[in-house]
């Protein structure tokens, strides 16, 4: 099965940094660099946190300097965006099993594949640093293997990388088959061939009438959906605009729900599931008065503080609570309901999903998606507007959950959402008059994140 027909060139992947020039670089900052980026990888892949956590609470990553920053996390998520061809490529290299049995070397050599041929680092440096990283981290006597590995595939990978369905390697099983059910194998490898591209940078801007000066400030072009979009990414806090609360960061995909409540000047709208704010942000800078609701007291200070930033703290009310049991005092006539998910849609930005989430994950989601689906349904005033949405590729956490919710609920009916309140993409809308987005729409644009969304409104 081929999923990659149209393979990219190996040796220069999307988002491709240079290598520090040594003479400039202090040595020991650089294998200091390699060591941070080698106990976040195994935080990742051998104690299964996400990448954004392990980011986060990395006071080592925090206190290098800015360029050795920037390398460790491409160098990190170009690893576990190609995690699938490194892992073969290993496999292929090695003739000692039991070497690979220490998750500290295997993750050794996963960095030093990756400065091979996904990173613009010379050959002698990725060995080298590889070999004095095992070194480093009190494995000498695995010296010799680090070192025949990789000198091994910087004679031969190449080679082996050509013969590579990257697709298909670079994508769990268990994922493949899912989206091989219900998007065919065209659609699959489609899915599978956009989550290996890195993601833009996305801007919803706080005032519509500003989006122009905006655009030419940050050199981003705008979507039609109103979406300004940078294709060179960047430091955002260091980008003006952003300490005056100007903007903010935001998918273009996860942009469209809230403009689907049509206008809600001055109407109470709920957010449930609010964490982490950028919708909120949105519903407030379109007039609403909006309650935010999540269970998360961290997530919601963070969104608390987003909305001080950008000056819209007034107009938001933030509920600590489980949105399935949260009740509003009045039924309210409009809801948004970006319900939890297992998040795959996000792949091209969060290479590290596909490998912490599992089936059993996704049921569980799946139950917590339908409950809280009920709970808003009960909640919505009659002729009120329900907006549900989720950032996954799997059909059974969109359009299987609506299917499921019509048919129980008849008191319910879809409004067709239409091209012109999507800026035309008429590509994006399935039969059904729903919102069913995948990676590779838009593609010669930067592409989106996956992401289904469906409007309802309550008729009795």
């Avoid at 990448?51 to 800015?66: E, G, R, W």
């Avoid at 997530?299 to 930033?309: F, G, M, S, T």
């Avoid at 091209?348 to 689906?373: A, F, V």
């Avoid at 008059?433 to 838009?442: C, Q, S, T, V």
Wanted: glycine share 8%.
């Amino acid at each position: 099965m081929n999923l990659s027909e149209n393979n990219e060139n190996p040796n220069s992947a999307q988002g491709d940094l240079l290598e520090e020039n040594q003479e400039t670089v202090d040595e020991g900052d650089i294998l200091l660099a390699r060591k941070v980026t080698l106990d976040m990888l195994g935080n990742v892949l051998d104690r299964r946190n996400s990448l954004d956590v392990t980011l986060d609470n990395s006071d080592a990553f925090a206190a290098l300097p800015q360029r050795q920053r920037a390398f460790t996390r491409m160098l990190l998520t170009t690893t576990l965006r190609r995690l699938g061809q490194i892992d073969d490529l290993i496999t292929f290299a090695q003739n000692r099993p039991d070497d690979l049995k220490t998750p500290a070397i295997r993750n050794i050599l996963r960095l030093g594949v990756t400065q091979l041929f996904f990173m613009v680092v010379p050959d002698h440096a990725s060995v080298d640093t590889s070999v004095r990283l095992a070194e480093e981290i009190g494995m000498e006597r695995q010296k010799g293997f680090v070192n025949a590995i990789l000198r091994k595939l910087s004679r031969e990978g190449a080679q082996r990388i050509e013969g590579q369905d990257a697709g298909r390697l670079n994508t769990p099983q268990w994922l493949l088959k899912i989206w091989v059910d219900d998007y065919g194998l065209n659609g699959a490898a489609q899915i599978a061939e956009a989550n290996m591209c890195e993601a833009p940078l996305d801007f919803t801007v706080k005032s519509i009438d500003d989006r122009p000066y905006w655009g030419n400030t940050l050199q981003a072009s705008e979507l039609s959906t109103g979406t300004l979009r940078r294709m060179s990414g960047g430091n955002i806090r260091e980008m003006e605009g952003f300490d005056d609360g100007k903007w903010w960061i935001q998918d273009a995909a996860a942009a469209i729900p809230a403009t689907l409540l049509g206008d809600i000047t001055g109407q109470h709208v709920i957010d449930m599931c609010a964490a982490p704010g950028g919708k909120t942000l949105q519903l407030a800078a379109m007039g609403a008065n909006v309650t935010a609701i999540d269970r998360s007291a961290k997530r919601l200070k963070r969104l608390e503080e987003n909305l001080e930033r950008m000056g819209l703290k007034d107009q938001v009310q933030i509920e600590i609570s489980d949105a399935a049991a949260w009740k509003s005092v009045d039924a309210p006539q409009r809801i948004l309901l970006d319900a939890p998910c297992s998040a795959t849609g996000t792949i091209r930005r969060h290479p590290d999903t596909g490998y912490l989430k599992s089936p059993k994950d996704i049921t569980g989601l799946m139950s917590i998606q339908e409950r809280l689906l009920a709970h808003a349904g009960e909640m919505l005033d009659i002729g009120g507007i329900l907006i549900y949405c989720t950032c996954s590729l799997q059909k059974d956490e969109g359009e299987y959950q609506i299917k499921k919710f019509l048919k129980k609920n008849l008191n319910f009916e879809r409004i067709a959402i239409q091209p012109e309140e999507i800026g035309k993409y008429d590509e994006l809308i399935n039969e059904q008059g729903d919102l069913r987005i995948l990676p590779y729409h838009l593609s010669a644009q930067g592409g989106m994140d996956g992401f289904f969304i469906s409007r309802l409104t309550r008729t009795r």
